[in-house]
Structures are given as C-alpha cells and as structure tokens.
C-alpha cells in the first residue's frame, strides 16, 4: 500500500501577492526603471508565458526583487481560470502585479515544476474556484492559498 502525504501549500511555499502597480508608476520615464511586466495576456491557458504580450511598466525607483519571478517561482493567477506558470531561466526577472501571487519555494524537496503542472489541473481549479471570494471579480485569497492542502 502506497503511504499518501498530505502537505499545506503554505508549508512548502512563501506564498506573496504581486505589487500594486500604480503605487510604484513613475511620474517621468525619462527618470524610470524599465520593467517586463506580466499581464492576463500573458499568461496563456497552458501554463506558458509568452514573452511577446508582457509588456513594459515604468518605476519612480527600484523595485523589491521580490515581485520579480525568479527561476524555480510559480506564479498563480488569482481570478478565474487560475492558471499557473512554473518559471524558468527564459521566464526570471518579469514583474509580477497584484492580479498574480508568487509561490517561492521554502523547501528544495519539492519539485515545483510538478507542483506548477498539478496547481494547473482542472480538479485544482475548480476547488480554487469554489474558494474564490467576491462577486465583481472574485479571487482566491493568498491565506487560502497558504491552508490549501495538497
């Protein structure tokens, strides 16, 4: 008999909503930072990010690296359909807004490519949509996020 593990997501990953976007918009682009922003477009549904629809965002400052992705990150799209992008060398350094969280790994024993290809499916996101909160546009909560057993 195969011994099933269960683990919390927030257990495995720090768990961190992308940056609000217009808090950090630079009044002047001649004195900004460039940044490859994702967007909803870019995001396709297969989990892919094509670098052809991010698009740019210009800073007043240096941004946190931490709203950068980073090699091994997942980035989760909090409204529907939810969809998840494991991101590699190809995919470091796109600033992530605030209709994205970031899943970084907090332990190496996990493979979060898999992880990224599982968060992915259809059974993940109906349960995800089932959680979500709101009527406008609801999303799913980064504290539901953290309790989501896998």
Same mark, same amino acid.
């Given at each position: 008999? =195969? *011994?099933? #593990?269960?683990?919390? +997501?927030?257990?495995?990953?720090?768990?961190?909503?992308?940056?609000?976007?217009?808090?950090?918009?630079?009044?002047?682009? /001649?004195?900004?930072?460039?940044?490859?922003?994702?967007? +909803?477009?870019?995001?396709?549904?297969?989990?892919?990010?094509?670098?052809? /629809?991010?698009?740019?965002?210009? &800073?007043?400052?240096?941004?946190?690296?931490?709203?950068?992705?980073?090699?091994?990150?997942?980035?989760?799209? +909090?409204?529907?359909?939810?969809?998840?992008? #494991?991101?590699?060398? *190809?995919? *470091?350094?796109?600033?992530?807004? &605030?209709?994205?969280?970031?899943?970084?790994?907090?332990?190496? /024993?996990?493979?979060?490519?898999?992880?990224?290809?599982?968060?992915?499916?259809?059974?993940?996101?109906?349960?995800? *949509?089932? &959680?979500?909160?709101?009527?406008?546009?609801?999303?799913? =909560?980064?504290? #539901?996020?953290?309790?989501? &057993?896998?």
């Amino acid at each position: 008999m =195969t *011994k099933r #593990y269960i683990v919390k +997501l927030g257990e495995i990953a720090e768990i961190k909503t992308g940056l609000v976007l217009n808090r950090k918009k630079a009044l002047n682009k /001649e004195k900004s930072f460039k940044y490859n922003t994702l967007t +909803l477009k870019s995001l396709k549904k297969n989990g892919f990010i094509n670098a052809d /629809e991010l698009e740019d965002f210009f &800073s007043g400052e240096t941004l946190n690296d931490s709203y950068l992705t980073h090699t091994n990150d997942i980035v989760l799209r +909090l409204s529907e359909p939810n969809t998840v992008a #494991y991101i590699s060398d *190809k995919t *470091k350094n796109i600033l992530v807004p &605030s209709q994205f969280c970031i899943l970084r790994r907090k332990n190496h /024993e996990f493979n979060f490519e898999f992880l990224a290809w599982y968060l992915n499916s259809e059974a993940v996101k109906n349960q995800l *949509k089932k &959680s979500s909160i709101g009527s406008t546009l609801p999303i799913v =909560t980064t504290g #539901y996020l953290n309790e989501f &057993s896998i």
